[in-house]
């Protein structure tokens, strides 16, 4: 068993639907970043976590670490959104390395 | 915001040749780089961890003769692939990490074919 899952392993949404993924972990962390990689394969970091949530634009992250969850939530998608979504964690253990769920693909159409 | 500018977005080369692949942090000093490689439709697989100055820390399974990794200053850090062969082609990935501020930054990656 992955200590990251993520569910689900594929999205498909029509535009303005609201959108959730989840992540769970098996680990001790001491964060969880949420990142996005569009199609040409570049990544980028939508959130760093430790605890509660955060919000950026239509984006939202919460994290329960008691539950070992955390969720992604995009509000009014749009075609745009279209990407994969990684959820990954910094274990207690492992120093500066993240370790990577599988990922959500994410298809927004119009 | 943080920015990590990697080169060459793809490239294509004969086997046997060697191909190097170089991120730069832009605005930041990146202590540690992280070297990825991602198949399709699968995540990303790291295979080494560079520190400014000292010699990187290769995961199991990594040809640390096949894959030169060099970290020589806070703001280059560059992944050589020696005689490539087709099995390496691939996408390859860095990720700096800047200290707490910064989190991690990726680069745009690189897709090597390798013919």
């Known amino acids: 068993k992955n200590e990251v899952e993520q569910s689900p392993q594929n999205l498909t949404a029509q535009e303005g639907e609201f959108i959730t993924i989840n992540c769970s972990y098996s680990?001790?962390?001491?964060?969880l970043h949420w990142l996005q990689q569009h199609p040409g394969g570049g990544i980028v970091s939508l959130f760093m976590?430790?605890?509660g949530k955060k919000k950026h634009g239509r984006l939202i992250a919460t994290i329960n670490i008691q539950e070992k969850h955390s969720s992604l939530h995009i509000t009014a998608s749009h075609p745009r959104d279209s990407a994969v979504y990684i959820c990954a964690v910094l274990k207690e253990t492992s120093g500066s390395r993240l370790t990577f769920g599988e990922g959500t693909q994410l298809t927004v159409n119009p | 915001g943080a920015v990590v500018s990697q080169h060459p977005s793809w490239v294509i080369c004969k086997s046997g040749t060697s191909v190097k692949i170089e991120c730069r942090s832009l605005d930041f000093q990146a202590t540690t780089m992280f070297w990825y490689r991602q198949f399709p439709k699968q995540s990303l697989m790291l295979m080494a961890t560079?520190?400014?100055?000292?010699?990187?820390?290769?995961e199991q399974g990594v040809e640390k003769d096949k894959f030169l990794i060099n970290h020589a200053s806070l703001t280059l850090s560059t992944l050589t692939v020696t005689s490539a062969h087709p099995e390496d082609s691939s996408f390859y990935i860095c990720?700096?990490?800047?200290?707490?501020?910064?989190?991690?930054?990726f680069g745009s990656g690189t897709r090597l074919t390798v013919v």
């Open positions: 560079s520190n400014e100055g000292s010699k990187a820390t290769y």
């Open positions: 990720s700096a990490a800047g200290g707490l501020n910064y989190g991690y930054t």
């Open positions: 976590l430790s605890s």
């Open positions: 680990v001790g962390i001491s964060a």
